[in-house]
């Protein structure tokens, strides 16, 4: 293969993949080395797919409104891989009346930027999704939410990126960033050296150590979270779910499982051997949540858990940005475990970030330079 | 990377592998509990799936009940001969808790306190 590129992508998940993508059809030339040996084998294979609004940040929120009007509709067709994506709303769910605050603070926000989201009542919840337990009294309904399968997903940007000619390498690890004549040019590796106009960190937490290389540091840090999934069910309902406190969150999949992420609580002091392992406390946690919103599902059958990074931004949403003290450096990375949803919108934008043209969505709140200490 | 020599790694995904050929038995099944065919993982290594790993997020073959016990055998050997290499250089894939299907009522019951 070759080693140079007009852009050399770090990081092959759902990020790095849909960039390579939206960069290619372009008509540059990409590289993407990924330290791994397996395609996607980050958070981009490990998350409960949810691709949503509600709840998220209004700097972030943008990017999710367009991704969700513009590119998850037709996004299987583009790809011409089934990437299961359903838009049939998310419910939030309280069951008192903190709850319900919590919920009025995400709704205002929602509105505020323009996002169909309101709340209702216990009896209107069980209306949209008959097996809520009547301990819900309430949640916000954002009915252009939705989830898609991200083991698909991820894959599809892969396939069809690579099918239009990317370079894809595989166990290569990026271990320093080099400028050439005042322009960061070259990217080392343990595969040997690679040589680009430039170069795109959409390696999550990985980007941190790259980046200091030349200079940057990106004030996150890992948090290991986990998921699970049941054994086929019979069809109840297509709608994403949440609660107030994020103790739990899922849909039901197109192939009848169950997938549902969570936290025990524990999750940022929880001891890190360096591989992504579950902790023994979260499932029975998850399920426990589960089964309060969903008795139904008590008897579901668990068939697989598992952990994943989440690259955690000191204020929660990531950056996506060029970089001024260094040119020819992109930096898309720091999702804080909401990066999924809105991966095809990244995609699209980095892609315009490379042309150097404005870009269609706002992210002026998503700059390298905004953090500040305390005054 | 020369086209006659056959790959010794499987990292650059853009290297050239033997043409996809439609064979009588494509349509085979391997992965009983997902219904997946010989045909369908065929195609899926030569669109770029090259690990076991990939082959399993992409098909579901091996996430049915049995978790691969039965199959993985059988599509690392697919996967092996579509690339052209030793099955040796396929890397198996991670297996994950439970064991067995549970029942989230029995997960759910590890900790003290009655949680209903
Ligand atoms: C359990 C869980 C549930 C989640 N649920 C949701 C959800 O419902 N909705 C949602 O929107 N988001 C969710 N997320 C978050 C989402 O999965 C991530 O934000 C998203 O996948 C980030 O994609 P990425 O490509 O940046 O990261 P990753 O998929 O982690 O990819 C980064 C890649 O960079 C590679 N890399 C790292 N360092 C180097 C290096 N030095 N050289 C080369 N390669 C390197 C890694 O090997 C990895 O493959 C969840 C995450 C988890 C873990």
Redesign the pocket.
């Known amino acids: 293969m070759k080693n140079t590129a007009d852009v050399i992508v ?7 993949n849909a960039i390579a993508y939206y960069t290619a059809k372009k008509g540059h030339s990409v590289i993407v ?4 040996e397996i395609v ?13 609004q509600s709840g998220r940040d209004a700097r972030e929120l943008p990017l999710a409104m367009y991704g969700i009007e513009n590119l998850w509709p037709g996004l299987s067709d583009t790809l011409g891989y089934d990437v299961e994506y359903v838009k049939k709303g998310n419910l939030r769910l309280g069951k008192t009346p903190e709850h319900l605050k919590i919920l009025e603070g995400l709704a205002a926000t929602g509105q505020r930027c323009g996002l169909d989201m309101r709340m209702i009542d216990g009896k209107e919840v069980r209306e949209i999704n008959p097996y809520m337990s009547d301990e819900v009294i309430g949640a916000s309904w954002c009915p252009t939410d939705g989830h898609a399968n ?1 083991l698909k997903a ?1 894959l599809a940007f892969y396939m069809k990126a690579r099918e239009l000619g990317v370079q894809f390498l595989t166990s ?4 320093n960033l080099k400028k050439k004549a005042g322009k960061l040019k070259i990217v080392e ?1 343990d595969k040997g050296t690679f040589e680009g106009d430039t170069v795109i960190l ?6 941190r ?2 980046a200091e290389k030349v200079g940057i540091d990106i004030p996150m840090k890992s948090v290991l ?3 699970l999934i049941t054994e086929q069910e019979p069809e109840m309902f297509p709608q994403m779910l949440g609660t107030a406190e994020a103790d739990f ?1 899922g849909h039901q999949t197109a192939h009848g499982s169950f997938l549902f ?1 969570g936290s025990s609580g524990m999750e940022d002091v929880n001891a890190d051997n360096g591989t992504p392992v579950t902790h023994s406390i979260t499932a029975p946690c998850i399920c426990r949540g589960i089964i309060k919103y969903l008795p139904r599902l008590a008897q579901a059958k668990i068939v697989r858990t598992w ?5 955690h931004m000191v204020d929660g949403v990531p950056v996506i940005d060029r970089i001024d003290e260094v040119p020819g450096l992109i930096l ?2 720091g ?9 095809p919108a990244v995609g699209m934008t980095v892609s315009e970030l490379v042309e150097g043209t404005k870009t269609t969505v706002d992210i002026s709140g998503l700059t390298y330079d905004r953090f500040k200490a305390k005054a | 990377m020369s086209k006659n020599k056959g790959l010794t790694s499987l990292n650059d995904r853009s290297a050239a592998i033997p043409p996809f050929v439609p064979a009588a038995d494509d349509d085979r099944i391997i992965c009983r509990c997902e219904e997946v065919t010989k045909g369908e993982i065929r195609k899926a290594v030569h669109a770029g799936l090259w690990t076991l790993t990939e082959i399993r997020r992409y098909l579901r073959c091996g996430m049915g009940l049995c978790q691969g016990q039965t199959c993985a055998k059988l599509v690392k050997g697919i996967i092996a001969r579509e690339l052209g290499v030793s099955p040796a250089l396929i890397e198996p894939a991670t297996s994950r808790s439970p064991m067995r299907p549970t029942e989230m009522e029995v997960i759910a019951n590890e900790s003290e306190v009655d949680f209903k």
């Not at chain 1, 959409?202 to 980007?207: I, Q």
Request: aromatic share 6%; net charge neutral.
């Open positions: 770090v990081g092959a998940g759902i990020i790095g080395l990924e330290k791994s996607g084998n980050g958070g981009s294979s490990r998350n409960g797919g949810g691709v949503r991200p991820t290569a690890t990026v271990t590796t959409a390696c999550g937490m990985g980007a150590p790259i979270i986990e998921a969150y992420g952990a994943g990074w989440m690259d898309a990375c999702f804080s475990g909401h990066g999924f949803g809105i991966a």
